[in-house]
């Protein structure tokens, strides 16, 4: 499993509590780079900008990845551009909403 898989593989334990489904699968996580060695930065969205679990989400992933030996730094930016649709969620989250 390469590097981005482990970090995608670990983002899946971060749900977002309204929808059930994790990050991952709703097309939150819009990419996962390296920029140095023990470092991760990932860009990330939320469904909607005045969402009010803004920050639990955003804490969830930073702790996740903090979890992982392979990172002593981690940055997680979020973004508004371009905005979330379900066109982003993966096949397996589209399944979790009956699509």
């Known amino acids: 499993m390469s ?5 995608l593989s670990n983002l899946k334990r971060v749900m977002d509590p309204e929808l059930n489904i ?3 699968d709703l097309g939150l996580i819009y990419d996962v780079t390296f920029p140095e060695e023990g470092a991760v930065s990932v860009i ?13 989400i955003t804490s969830g992933v ?3 990845l903090e979890e992982l030996e392979e ?10 551009e371009p905005a979330w649709t379900p066109e982003k969620m993966t096949p397996d989250g589209l399944r979790q909403i009956g699509r």
């Open 3 to 7: 590097l981005k898989e482990t970090v």
């Open 22 to 24: 994790n990050v991952v």
């Open 44 to 56: 990330m969205t939320l469904t909607t900008p005045g969402c009010p679990l803004h920050d639990s």
């Open 62 to 64: 930073r702790y996740c």
């Open 71 to 80: 990172f002593s730094k981690v940055d997680v930016e979020l973004v508004w």
